[in-house]
């Protein structure tokens, strides 16, 4: 068999599975359920005007584009600027800027945790966790279900029964959680999860590492996410911050203390070995932390939240054919995730595209199988008529569904 046939057959497992990928083009017009741009900030004018007067302003000195790594000729003072001025607002000690979330994730995992260290990761953990897992030198990986405290208590405490040198503090145990989910919308509970540490690992050596992609810019004072939310900034070790969704921009940064900061210069290789971000992104990101730090995107945190209430509201309203086995919405009260449960997501996302509203079906393997959903999102943008009539077009598929004896 030839390597082009052997993709071509991985393909076709794939599609017989019907979890074969593909790329499309979003649709023109369309009502946007799906997009991560939860404060809408990509298309408002407050952005672009402010974006459009610092590109305007360029420092007189500026490259619009980086042309280098961070280490070498990829450096500003604008960049480090921006660095103080996010990890300000962050009440971090300090930042570090990476390309993306998926070079922060990468970058952490595969240097900071060292030989014959402890990970613990959550079952649901983003897909650049373990990738940075996977090349990481930690001695051991074990994952605990999802968001339970108990489940991480129990697989601790067989870790330091079978070890230890877990307890008295030889190895480092890490910690890894996402604040708010990406594909379930629900929050961790990371107060519940540091008792848990705080109790069995009482000599300091358990560290915390939280993902708050899903949660920067929606959750927290000003949107600074879940962990300040809950005032447990100190008792994160890295926290790591992605720009590329609620904030209309890209990269990410990682809120540490200066030590690590500087070990991840030293160490991280995909900040190492890449080109910068040019100052066009810096601007962006610059951007969209004034309008946070300046309170401007409260009300649209504010504005989200009464949809979220008013999606939940009308979702709950469903009434669902006793015959339909599988069509649930799984719903953390105040996330704008959404995930609704059917067993036939890509045709229930087909008709919703079909009439102008986009949703997209989620399937494995980016979700464990038997979990395949369509993922609605909600945008500090959308309308209630918009929401209204996104749940009407879900009433009349599942009537449809029903009328034609169509099991789901
Ligand atoms: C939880 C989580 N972490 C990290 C990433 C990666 O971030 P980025 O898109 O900036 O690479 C994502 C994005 O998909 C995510 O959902």
Redesign the pocket.
Known sequence: MTLVDSLKTALARREAKEARRSLTLVPQGGRDFSSNDFLSLSTSPAYRDRYLGHLNNAPENAHFASGGSRLLDGNSAYAEELERFVAAFHEAPTALLFN???DA?VGVLSSIPQPGDLILYDELI?A?IHEGMRLSRAGKRKMFAHSSPMALREVLKAEIEADRDVQNGTRNVFILV?SIY?MDGDMAPIKEFIEVVDDLLPGGNGYFIV?E??ATGVFGPRGAGVVQQLGVQNRMFIRVH?F?KALASHG?MVLCGPETRDYLINYARSLIYTTALGFPFLASIRTAYELLSSGETEQLQERLQQLIRHLHRRLGGLKVDPSVTLFEVDHFPTSPIFSIRTSQPRLLASHCRTHGYIARAIMSPTVPEGKERVRVCLHAGNTEEEIDGLVELIRGWLDSCFRLGAKL
Do not use: L, R, V
């Open positions: 993306s979330g998926y994730n983003h650049s996402e990406s993902d992609a899903h992605t590329g990410a």
